[in-house]
């Protein structure tokens, strides 16, 4: 009898350790900068949703996707972020948000997490390997992550002789 209970505990035990733990998104980041007639032009959203999960058995991710309002874009020119929200550049009205969801994910050394995503913007969707960083801070995770993307793959400001079609990306975000 006694052994029975052990190994209904043991097995309870067990399943414990793998289950996810949900962490709950404290800020986020998302800044972008594109090259326009030779110059910098630096921007970001301001309204991101972020969740993610960790797996607590390997302490590894298991969830981590983002989302965000192409209405919330700012670069410092209002004239400019109402142009960036017609249809020849984001297209807001049919076209809100900005996904991202994980797809794959292994840890590096220290750090750094080899991932890759699916980017969806305007209704194209697109792998991307994004080199991400993970960190611990007392009770916090933070994210980071540094890339690049290329805005005609998404259908965003068509052929220009002045406008780059590099974007740099930089994400950052911290869960608790």
Same mark, same amino acid.
């Given at each position: 009898?006694?052994?029975?209970?052990?190994?209904?505990?043991?097995?309870?035990?067990?399943?414990?350790?793998?289950?996810? =733990?949900?962490?709950?998104?404290?800020?986020?980041?998302?800044?972008?900068?594109?090259?326009?007639?030779?110059?910098? &032009?630096?921007?970001?959203?301001?309204?991101?949703?972020?969740?993610?999960?960790?797996? =607590?058995?390997?302490?590894?991710?298991?969830?981590?996707?983002?989302?965000?309002?192409?209405?919330?874009?700012?670069?410092?020119?209002?004239?400019?972020?109402?142009?960036?929200?017609?249809?020849?550049?984001?297209?807001?009205? =049919?076209?809100?948000?900005?996904?991202?969801?994980?797809?794959?994910?292994?840890?590096?050394?220290?750090?750094?997490?080899?991932? &890759?995503?699916?980017?969806?913007?305007?209704? &194209?969707?697109?792998?991307?390997?994004?080199?991400?960083?993970?960190?611990?801070?007392?009770?916090?995770?933070?994210?980071?992550?540094?890339?690049?993307?290329?805005? =005609?793959?998404?259908?965003?400001?068509?052929?220009?002789?002045?406008?780059?079609?590099? &974007?740099?990306?930089?994400?950052?975000?911290?869960?608790?």
């Amino acid at each position: 009898m006694k052994s029975s209970y052990f190994t209904v505990i043991f097995i309870v035990l067990c399943s414990c350790s793998a289950i996810a =733990q949900k962490l709950v998104l404290e800020e986020a980041t998302v800044n972008f900068k594109v090259k326009n007639a030779g110059f910098w &032009v630096n921007g970001y959203f301001d309204e991101v949703k972020a969740e993610m999960e960790l797996q =607590q058995s390997k302490c590894r991710i298991k969830k981590l996707n983002g989302k965000l309002k192409v209405a919330s874009i700012h670069t410092g020119i209002s004239l400019r972020d109402e142009h960036l929200k017609n249809d020849d550049y984001f297209d807001i009205e =049919q076209y809100p948000e900005i996904s991202l969801e994980l797809l794959y994910c292994e840890a590096q050394n220290g750090k750094s997490l080899d991932t &890759v995503f699916k980017l969806i913007i305007k209704n &194209v969707e697109r792998e991307i390997h994004i080199p991400l960083t993970m960190e611990r801070d007392l009770n916090r995770i933070l994210i980071s992550a540094d890339f690049e993307i290329n805005r =005609q793959d998404f259908g965003i400001g068509g052929d220009s002789l002045t406008l780059a079609n590099e &974007v740099l990306v930089n994400i950052a975000a911290s869960f608790k």
